[in-house]
């Protein structure tokens, strides 16, 4: 599908719609999402100084790592896929055979982990044992995305509690692959109580941070198993990545080229011009309904409105609130 906005779109975009209400309620029901519990200034009486902590010990490190938001979006996003938004995916392994959340995936975000660990000592140093490890995770990434826009993109309600368990079979399980297909991770999504919007909005995430060739190589050069690439990428694109991963496997792409620091909505303008990095990306616009969307995004205050939207959804998913786990003391540790 173009951009071109004629009378055919405008009806082929009405008619979707009308679709997709009907086609998408039986999703509403899922029972992942549970964010009544989480609420605005939670620490306001218990640790009043905690949002701000974060805030500064955010903004200094964002000051000299511009991927400091891409790390700790990553982190907030894999910690809510996974058991929920629960902390559980700063946990160390305690013993050689235990395999926690962050050893499915070795290379996510140490430099962002080091700056919750700084954040979690000073909040600790304000109020001992008072702010979960998850909510520190929530404001974190929510801190560092904003940090240049010198507002809060999202709000993030708090309230969240420590689990104890991370499993790096539940990570594999529960990720979706950059080589998904569409109902794919549809059904992932899904799965999560997170639906349609959600799935393309959050996906828009990927307009920061960095991807390794490795994530990429089967798209890049044998993508049918006889050497080829997958015929769906812009061959200029194809072109680059080609020459930047075979010089070595072990380098690194941007996840949206020329602008992979900057939270903007030129993810979905280069879904439109081919230039989706994984698979799960470019899919996006394999699905009409999806592809709408994708549209709709090409305006970035639309987008900014549904991301904040979604990510306070993702942020809600099966948290535990009350009485539920615990506070941690450092975040890589149960207590
Ligand atoms: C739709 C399904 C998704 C898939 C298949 C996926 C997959 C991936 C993969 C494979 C990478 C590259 C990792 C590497 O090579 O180091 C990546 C990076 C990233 N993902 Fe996703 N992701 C998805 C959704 C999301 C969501 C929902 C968010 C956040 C809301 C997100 C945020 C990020 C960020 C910020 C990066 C860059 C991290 C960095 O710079 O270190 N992703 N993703
Ligand atoms: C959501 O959380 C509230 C408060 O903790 C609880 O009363 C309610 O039963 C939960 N709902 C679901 C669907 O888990
Ligand atoms: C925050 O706490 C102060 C004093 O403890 C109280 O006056 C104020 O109403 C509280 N605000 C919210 C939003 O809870
Ligand atoms: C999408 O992927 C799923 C899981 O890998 C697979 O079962 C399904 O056949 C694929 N669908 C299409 C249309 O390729
Ligand atoms: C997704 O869910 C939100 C509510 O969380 C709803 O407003 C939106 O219309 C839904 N989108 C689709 C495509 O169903
Ligand atoms: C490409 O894929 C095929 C089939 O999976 C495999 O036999 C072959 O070794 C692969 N080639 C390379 C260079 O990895
Ligand atoms: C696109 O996805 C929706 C679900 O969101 C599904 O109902 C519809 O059939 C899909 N369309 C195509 C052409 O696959
Ligand atoms: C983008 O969306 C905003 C908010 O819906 C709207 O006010 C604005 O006119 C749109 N901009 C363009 C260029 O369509
Ligand atoms: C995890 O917490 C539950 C209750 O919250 C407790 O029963 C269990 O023993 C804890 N497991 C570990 C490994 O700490
Ligand atoms: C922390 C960690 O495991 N980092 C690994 C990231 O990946 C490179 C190779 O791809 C390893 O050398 C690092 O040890």
Not at 59 to 88: K, T
Request: glycine content about 6%; some cysteine; overall charge negative.
């Amino acid at each position: 599908m173009t951009m071109k906005t004629n009378t055919n779109f405008h009806l082929l975009a009405t008619l979707l719609v009308v679709l997709l209400i009907g086609t998408l309620s039986f999703e509403v029901c899922n029972g992942a999402i549970n964010g009544t519990a989480l609420r605005l200034k939670f620490y306001n009486a218990t640790c009043p100084k905690a949002e701000n902590i974060v805030k500064t010990i955010v903004e200094d490190n964002a000051g000299f790592n511009p991927f400091l938001g891409a790390l700790l979006l990553r982190v907030h996003y894999h910690d809510c896929f996974v058991r929920g938004c629960d902390g559980s995916i700063l946990l160390d392994p305690t013993s050689e055979s235990e395999q926690v959340e962050l050893q499915a995936e070795p290379n996510l975000s140490l430099l962002g982990l080091d700056v919750i660990e700084d954040i979690k000592t000073e909040v600790e140093k304000a109020c001992p044992q008072t702010v979960s490890c998850a909510d520190i995770v929530a404001l974190a990434a929510r801190d560092a995305i904003s940090a240049p826009f010198g507002r809060q993109m999202w709000e993030v309600p708090l309230g969240r509690r420590d689990g104890n368990v991370s499993l790096a079979s539940e990570a594999i399980a529960n990720l979706p692959s950059p080589s998904s297909n569409f109902s794919a991770l549809l059904h992932l999504f899904g799965h999560k109580g997170l639906n349609l919007s959600d799935l393309v909005a959050l996906s828009g995430a990927h307009t920061v941070g960095i991807a390794h060739c490795s994530v990429i190589s089967t798209r890049l050069f044998n993508f049918t198993g006889k050497g080829d690439t997958d015929p769906s990428i812009d061959p200029t694109y194809a072109n680059f990545l080609k020459t930047r991963c075979s010089a070595n496997i072990k380098n690194i792409v941007e996840m949206d080229p020329r602008s992979a620091t900057s939270f903007d909505n030129s993810y979905y303008k280069n879904l439109i011009l081919r230039k989706g990095l994984f698979e799960s990306d470019a899919s996006l616009i394999s699905n009409t309904s999806a592809a709408m969307l994708v549209n709709q995004f090409q305006n970035a205050s639309v987008f900014f409105v549904e991301f904040a939207r979604s990510m306070k959804k993702m942020g809600a998913m099966d948290v535990l609130t009350g009485g539920q786990g615990e506070i941690r003391k450092v975040c890589y540790l149960r207590n």
